[in-house]
């Protein structure tokens, strides 16, 4: 809470215990989040409280780059032999201005500021227009101090030209899904290098991307060929939801079959199924275990694509046959590790 607290102090104007505040500005409280990552790393979030006041929607979407355009960038990197390089910007949201009135009354996480009024001006996590303001700075920052310009295929996807070292011509592309940055150049340390002069990145997040928006990222040296290609898998999200499902699935006396070799039983028709339907409680199972299904295809796993969409179709009132239906589709989801082993 103290390093969090430390972040986020820039982002205010502490008051003089006798300064008033200015007219039209609205008292908001701050709220601490509490999170536990995948890595056990502990991490405290100090948020603003958005839900208590009024903000006009058209300042409350912020797009992020689509994982189509992050296909074709690692393709586009593999074709042209370019490098890869992800990061991210720490405290994102408190680089760009706050884009409402508002104040605050400090807590005690704030130490001797505790009981103070401060005026947020930055943009705090949890305001509305947060991922808004952070866009719009992020996206005029790239274009104004590195020469980006973003794409009209894709706004969160940015380029310039460039020479490599040879004197041939090429892109250079950034990739943005919010605080997380993807750099595509012959040489993207030297991009990241710059862009951390107007952005505090994270110095132990400077380097080739492993994961990326929940994917396994990978490089590969092709046989019979001198450079590199990248791929992009669901191994590790697929080893965790497994590990997930059998912890939600066993109080129900239900398990994953280990030997399935197609994605629904063999002559299985959902819409003929004549079942009990499914208690409220197992319903919202149902639903996310096809919620995790359809972000593994989203990875790429396409070959249960279609049967997948089929059991998505009743999320609103599924039977027990489907729900047994939807666990064949798991059991057939298991990877093979490199020595032809399931993954349990």
């Known amino acids: 809470m103290a390093k ?7 982002a205010l104007k502490v008051l003089e215990p006798n300064e008033k505040i200015p007219p039209s500005y609205k008292c908001i409280d701050l709220m601490t989040i509490f999170d536990v990552k995948m890595d056990l790393t502990r991490k405290a979030r100090i948020c603003a409280r958005g839900d208590q006041i009024d903000t006009p929607p058209n300042v409350t979407y912020a797009s992020v780059v689509t994982r189509e355009s992050i296909r074709i960038g690692f393709m586009l990197a593999s074709l042209n032999e370019l490098n890869i ?36 001006k930055m943009a705090l996590y949890g305001l509305k227009p947060a991922g808004y303001s952070w866009r719009s700075f992020g996206v005029r920052g790239f274009r104004e101090e590195l020469n980006f310009i973003p794409c009209h295929a894709d706004m969160d996807v940015s380029y310039r030209e460039a020479r490599k070292e040879n004197g041939s011509r090429y892109y250079e592309y950034l990739f943005i899904y919010t605080d997380d940055i993807i750099a595509i150049s012959e040489d993207p340390k030297r991009i990241l290098d710059k862009m951390n002069r107007h952005f505090l990145l994270k110095a132990d997040s400077i380097k080739e991307p492993t994961r990326y928006l929940g994917a396994s990222i990978s490089k590969h040296l092709m046989d019979g060929d001198s450079h590199y290609t990248w791929a992009i ?8 939801l497994l590990r997930v499902v059998k912890q939600r699935i066993a109080p129900l ?11 629904l039983p063999s002559g299985y028709k959902p819409e003929l199924d004549a079942s009990d339907y499914l208690d409220d409680d197992t319903a919202i199972l149902y639903m996310q ?7 593994l295809v989203e990875l790429g796993r396409i070959d ?12 609103c009132m599924p039977r027990v046959t489907h729900l047994y239906a939807v666990l064949h589709i ?11 082993q399931r993954i349990q």
């Open 4 to 10: 969090e607290a430390k972040t986020v102090l820039p």
């Open 85 to 120: 390089l992800s990061a991210d910007v720490s405290g994102a949201y408190l680089n760009a201005l706050c884009a409402e009135n508002i104040y605050t009354i400090l807590g005690d996480e704030f130490g001797d500021y505790a009981g103070r009024k401060a005026i947020i």
């Open 233 to 240: 898998g669901s191994k590790e999200y697929l080893i965790e």
């Open 253 to 263: 006396n239900l398990t994953l079959k280990s030997k399935v070799t197609s994605a």
């Open 289 to 295: 275990l096809i919620s995790i299904l359809r972000w």
């Open 304 to 315: 249960i694509c279609v049967e997948v969409s089929m059991m998505s179709s009743y999320n």
């Open 330 to 340: 798991l059991g057939k989801s298991r990877l093979e590790t490199g020595n032809g």
